[in-house]
Structures are given as structure tokens and as C-alpha cells.
């Protein structure tokens, strides 16, 4: 007898019909013989109808409410499924994350788990009772619900499987996997049967949102077994493992695109030793996450600084970098929202050279202009102007032959 975690997303609990057949699958496992427990999203668009619902109703969104509100979603979605599941005659109780023991900081609206107390889940199993979670939830140390952030679901399940040493996290989408690169995009692009939880959390850090980064993370710590799989076709999905050292390894895995960040630059400021320093302390002071980092060459004592922020922060970052600059007597602050950024991941890059080369020479040939460039051991990623990066995506992935034949 195994024990499953079966996550389901938005989209895969989207609507009566579509919870029906999730709650007929958690049957089958169940007749086979394995002990589940569930874990699942607002239904379909849900968060984001809710956040809007807030942005209707007021301009001011305390943390505290907004969790309250946003958590509403998964835990109308537990209820309904726990229904679906007794016209199966599955037996099955709904927890909310504070029933289910998810113990979190006080970060509303972006919560981090602190502690997993799985009590009354681990109960419901014994009792031989499926038990179904709201995903992205917890309760404080303050003891006020909270919401663990956009994607958290996924991360509530690889925490559960953790905490309850269970056999294999399944994490059920509108895909069959983790593919290439983005299928909607792409629709030749391939899922992986595998893929190493290094390879995995490059793509989830330069784009690819599934799963979410945070739970690729977890999962990686705390070595917990993860299948991504379809909730519409059920077939084998992509499992995630760790790296074999003798793995004969893809040179390039998977192409991933990113839109969501912003190009931020403190112009001709003193090129001495502190002043990257002060720049960067500033921003970290409050709390603002910088990516992408680069210095021109110095031009007579003077040079830029150049650095990528998610859109969010653009306008919080752009009064902090005019401060500094008058601090500094810089010259000033530009800010290119019209970028986006163009990864290729693979483990095989290692010890395989030329990799960036092919990447750079891809893009000149589409005559795509290279804004920034930075890499890690196994990623390559390149700024390139927002309306060129499908294009940037689409050569790529067919110059290092991703696509199915
Ligand atoms: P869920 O709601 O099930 O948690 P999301 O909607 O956040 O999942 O993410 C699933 C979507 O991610 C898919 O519909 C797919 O179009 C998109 N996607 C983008 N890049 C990739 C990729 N490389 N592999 C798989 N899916 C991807
Ligand atoms: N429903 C939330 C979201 O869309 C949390 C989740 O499903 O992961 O972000
Ligand atoms: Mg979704």
C-alpha cells in the first residue's frame, strides 16, 4: 500500500464536471489499494477573480483580509471535492491548511511554512478516509490565516508528502508534463519523460510555471519523489530526479521565456570601489529582488548599472535608485519595461563547451539584439527586446533539436 499526494490545479478542478472526474480518479487509486490524500486549487481563474473582487471593492488590500479572502477559493474547492468523493462512496474530509497543521511566518499574502503538524490528516488516513487539503494556506504564528503566494499549492503538496514521508508527490495539470519548452508556444515541443530537480529549478526560475519554484525547492531539500502528470488524459507525466553522476546528460534540456521583469539603470555613476555596494544595500534594505546584474566599462571615471526587477517593483525601485543617484551624482535613471528574457537549460552544458556560442549565434542569425547576458553551470540566459523573444524561443528550441520529430 503506497501513500499519494494528489495534487490538482486550477484548471483540473475548473468546474462540477471536471471534479467529478478528479474525484473518479482518486477512486481508481484508491481501489487499487493506495491511501490518498488530496490537495487542491481554487477553481478554474478563482484567485484572480477574487483579487480582483478586492480591487473593486477597495484600493487599500491589508494582508490579513486579503488572505481571508483569496483562501476562500481552495477551501471551497476541498468541500466540493469531499462531496464528489461521497457519491463514490469514498469516504473523505475537507482541512483547510490550519486544520492540516500548516504552521506559517506572518508574511500575508507571500506566507513561508514553518512547520508541518499533519495530525488530523495522518487521522483521517487511519481511519481509511481520503483526506482533502486547500492548497497555499496556513495559520500564523499569530494565529491569522494566511496565504503561501501564487503557485503555493504545489507547495503545500511536496510539504505534506514530506511531512508524511509519503511514497510519491503527484502533481496533476492542464499538461502532460514538463515539456520543453512552453507548449503553448511551441506546439511541437516535447514533455520530458525525466528531469533533474537542478535542470528544474533553472526552468523555474527563468519562466517556466510549472511547478511552482518554491515547491522544486522543497522537494529538492527534502528529496521528495515528484511526478508532474495531466488531469485530462492521466497518462505517465515527467518525473523529476535527482542527477545521476553517470547520466549521459542532454547538452541543452528545455527552453524557457520570461516577460515579467523590468531593466532598471543608474546612469554615470563614479566607477569606485562602494559604490555597486551602496546601490545594491539600498535596494536590499527594502526588500526589493534584484536579478540580472551588469556593469558597463568604465568611460572616464564613469560607468552604468544595469539590473532586472519584476514589474511589480518598477516604480517602489525607481524612486530608491533617484535617491541613490543624488547621492552619487549620477547622471540619472533610465527604466525599459519592453524586455523579456530567453534561457536554455541543460545539465549537459558542464562539460560540453560551445553551448553559448550556438545560443548567441542563433539569435544574430534571427537578427535578435543581446541586451544582457548571464549564466549559471548550467543555463544561459540572454535580455532581449519583449516583441522578439517567441521568435528567440522558436529558434532556439529548433537549433538544438528539442522538437518532436
Ligand atoms: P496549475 O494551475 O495546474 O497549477 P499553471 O496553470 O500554473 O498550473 O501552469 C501550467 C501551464 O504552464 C501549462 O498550461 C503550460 O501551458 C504552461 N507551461 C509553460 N512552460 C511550460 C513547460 N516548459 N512545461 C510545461 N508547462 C509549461
Ligand atoms: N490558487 C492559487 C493560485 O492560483 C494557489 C495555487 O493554486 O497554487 O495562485
Ligand atoms: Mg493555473
Same mark, same amino acid.
Given at each position: 500500500m503506497a501513500l499519494v499526494i494528489q495534487k490538482f490545479g486550477g484548471t483540473a478542478v475548473g468546474d462540477p464536471e471536471r471534479i467529478q472526474a478528479v474525484a473518479e480518479h482518486v477512486s481508481r487509486t484508491i481501489r487499487r489499494g493506495d491511501q490518498v490524500v488530496m490537495v @487542491?486549487?481554487?477553481?478554474?481563474?478563482? !484567485?484572480?477573480?477574487?483579487?480582483?473582487?478586492?480591487?473593486? @471593492?477597495?484600493? !487599500?488590500?491589508?494582508?490579513?483580509?486579503?488572505?481571508?479572502?483569496?483562501?476562500?477559493?481552495?477551501?471551497? /474547492? =476541498?468541500?466540493?471535492m469531499c462531496m464528489a468523493l461521497h457519491d463514490l462512496?469514498?469516504? /473523505?474530509? $475537507? #482541512?483547510?491548511? $490550519? %486544520?492540516?497543521g500548516f504552521l506559517t511566518d506572518t508574511t500575508h499574502t507571500n506566507a513561508k511554512i514553518i512547520e508541518v503538524r499533519p495530525d488530523r490528516v495522518r487521522e483521517a488516513l487511519d481511519a481509511g478516509r481520503v483526506a482533502v487539503v486547500g492548497g497555499s494556506q496556513g495559520v500564523s504564528t499569530d494565529n491569522d490565516v494566511t496565504f503561501l503566494g501564487r503557485g503555493g499549492s504545489d507547495t503545500t503538496a511536496v510539504a505534506l508528502a514530506h511531512a508524511l514521508n509519503a511514497d510519491v508527490c503527484e502533481l496533476y495539470t492542464d499538461v502532460t508534463g514538463v515539456f520543453t519548452t512552453d507548449p503553448r508556444l511551441v506546439p511541437s515541443a516535447r514533455k520530458m519523460n525525466t528531469i533533474s530537480f537542478d535542470e528544474l529549478l533553472e526552468m523555474t526560475a527563468t519562466g517556466c510555471p510549472k511547478p511552482a519554484m518554491r515547491s522544486v525547492e522543497y522537494a529538492r531539500t527534502h528529496r521528495v519523489k515528484l511526478h508532474v502528470r495531466s /488531469? #485530462? !488524459?492521466? %497518462?505517465?507525466? =515527467?518525473?523529476?530526479?535527482?542527477?545521476?553522476?553517470?547520466?549521459? %546528460?542532454?547538452? @541543452?534540456?528545455a527552453i524557457t521565456h520570461d516577460d515579467s521583469?523590468?531593466?532598471? !539603470?543608474?546612469?554615470? +555613476?563614479p566607477d569606485k570601489?562602494? +559604490?555597486?555596494? %551602496? +546601490? #545594491?544595500? $539600498?535596494?536590499?534594505n527594502q526588500d526589493i529582488n534584484v536579478d540580472l546584474i551588469v556593469q558597463n566599462v568604465s568611460d572616464h571615471g564613469v560607468t552604468d548599472i544595469s539590473f532586472t526587477v519584476p514589474h511589480d517593483d518598477v516604480s517602489h525601485v525607481e524612486k530608491i535608485l533617484n535617491q541613490i543617484a543624488g547621492e552619487l551624482e549620477a547622471q540619472g535613471v533610465s527604466i525599459d519595461t519592453e524586455i523579456a528574457r530567453v534561457s536554455v537549460v541543460g545539465a549537459g552544458m558542464r562539460t560540453n563547451p560551445g553551448v553559448a556560442a550556438k545560443m548567441f549565434e542563433v539569435l544574430a542569425d534571427e537578427g535578435i539584439n543581446i541586451a544582457m547576458i548571464s549564466t549559471s553551470a548550467i543555463r544561459i540566459s540572454c535580455v532581449v527586446q519583449e516583441n522578439r523573444v517567441e521568435d528567440a524561443v522558436k529558434a532556439l528550441h529548433t537549433a538544438f533539436n528539442l522538437s518532436t520529430t
Open positions: @487542491v486549487s481554487a477553481m478554474g481563474k478563482e !484567485t484572480d477573480d477574487l483579487l480582483r473582487l478586492a480591487s473593486e @471593492v477597495s484600493s !487599500t488590500h491589508p494582508g490579513r483580509e486579503m488572505d481571508m479572502l483569496i483562501t476562500a477559493g481552495e477551501r471551497k /474547492a =476541498t468541500a466540493l462512496d469514498i469516504p /473523505a474530509d $475537507s #482541512f483547510t491548511g $490550519s %486544520q492540516a /488531469a #485530462f !488524459t492521466w %497518462q505517465e507525466g =515527467t518525473w523529476v530526479t535527482e542527477e545521476e553522476p553517470n547520466m549521459e %546528460q542532454a547538452i @541543452v534540456s521583469e523590468a531593466k532598471m !539603470t543608474i546612469n554615470g +555613476v570601489p562602494g +559604490v555597486a555596494a %551602496q +546601490v #545594491f544595500r $539600498s535596494l536590499a
